[in-house]
């Protein structure tokens, strides 16, 4: 086996849906805020378009994906960043983000020269260091301070760190703790990445949430060339098991990366491109789900708050992310589980997450305030 496989640690949203179903089997009523997989219906239009496009002759899809998809997502980033793409050369559909961000260090890291190192933050989104573990190179963890803001500062890295690494991930709004940034800050990562050889790789996938007046806003509002960005439909449209994205950003890389994919089966469904392309070409949904969550965000922080349970102010994002009232996460997660509400201990996410734990705005509003009502 390759060796990273050995050093595997279970994925961790999958340690938790052991224990919801422990506990559906012993008849406990749950409250799942634990993965961050929405129960909204995914709106009607989408399926829709998807069942209007399944072919009467099925043929293999093609990893550059629909002209379509690429025009709608280029119109997307024009209307919500007034950002111009080249569908043709700037987009890039995935199957969901998660496969092109894992896959994205395969492609890029080089052990040979010693460029092999992934920069991310911790806490984070696990795949980042498992993409470079499996790509044989080098996770190099950063850990976010609060009192930062929780932003990874390329610039507080050593330069002889910086001029190993070959791909750093940037992830606002964060998973986990709804963390926003501003365009300041891009600007400034993007110039350290460039000043190093970098690739900066922005993790997108929550940039529709927001809870506050200002949208979050996108790497490629600074720059497109030696950067991508990862956006998906999942969360953005109730999409997460259609399993659609898209890689925007730099032309070269895309070319790049799109004759590279053709050598592994990656190319989504044409009818899931369909229903992705009616998703990126509509803004109106996107606004009813976020209202919803961020009615989810409120009711769960202020009854936690009441409880006296420090929670971080966030604007963006599908999280909450508060802070263990006794400081052992994983014996809190364990004490709110035999109330049947299921939460994750911020130590899933990396070190840096020791001591918070996450909520994913899932469960409906009544069940929000069922919850809070019991919370321990
Ligand atoms: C930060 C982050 N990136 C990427 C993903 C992957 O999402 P998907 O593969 O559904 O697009 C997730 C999923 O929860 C996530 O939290």
């Given amino acids: 086996m390759f060796p990273a496989l050995h050093a595997l640690k279970p994925y961790p949203m999958a340690q938790l849906q052991a224990r919801k179903a422990a506990l559906a089997k012993a008849g ?23 069942k209007a496009a399944v072919p009467e002759v099925s043929q293999y899809p093609s990893v550059a ?41 395969l492609a890029v890291l080089d052990p040979t020269t010693g460029r092999d190192g992934v920069v991310f933050g911790t806490p984070g989104y696990p795949v980042y260091e498992s993409s470079a573990l499996f790509a044989g190179g080098r996770a190099v963890p950063v850990v976010l301070e609060r009192d930062r803001g929780f932003r990874l500062d390329l610039a507080a890295l050593p330069a002889a760190e910086l001029d190993r690494t070959a791909i750093a991930w940037i992830n606002y709004p964060h998973n986990p703790t709804g963390a926003c940034v501003d365009r300041g800050y891009l600007r400034a990562q993007a110039d350290c990445a460039a000043a190093h050889g970098i690739l900066l790789a922005s993790d997108e996938c929550y940039q529709d949430l927001w809870f506050a007046d200002e949208p979050p806003p996108s790497l490629l ?17 109730g999409m997460t098991g259609y399993r659609s994205g898209f890689i925007a950003g730099d032309a070269a890389l895309i070319a790049r990366l799109r004759g590279w994919r053709a050598h592994f089966g990656v190319g989504s469904p044409a009818f899931v491109e369909a229903a992705g392309a009616a998703a990126w ?32 102010p966030s604007s963006a994002g599908l999280y909450l992310w508060a802070r263990v009232p006794d400081g052992d996460a994983d014996a809190y997660a364990a004490r709110c589980l035999e109330r049947g509400i299921v939460i994750s201990p911020g130590g899933f996410f990396g070190a ?4 918070w734990f996450r909520l994913a705005l899932v469960p409906a509003v009544d069940q929000c305030r069922s919850a809070v009502a019991t919370w321990p």
């Fill in 28 to 50: 406990i009523p749950i409250i799942d805020f634990g993965i961050g997989d929405p129960v909204e219906p995914t709106p009607a239009f989408i399926p829709e378009a998807l």
């Fill in 65 to 105: 994906g629909t002209p379509a998809l690429r025009r709608a997502v280029a119109g997307y980033l024009q209307r919500r960043f007034a950002v111009a793409v080249d569908p043709d050369t700037q987009v890039l559909p995935s199957a969901g983000s998660k496969e092109a961000i894992f896959h994205l260090a």
């Fill in 221 to 237: 509002q600074e720059r497109t060339a030696g950067v991508l960005a990862f956006h998906s439909c999942s969360k953005r449209s």
């Fill in 281 to 312: 070409a509509d803004d109106g949904h996107a606004a009813d789900r976020r209202r919803i969550f961020a009615a989810k965000w409120a009711v769960l922080a202020e009854g936690l708050r009441a409880r006296g349970i420090e929670v971080l």
């Fill in 352 to 355: 840096g997450g020791d001591g």
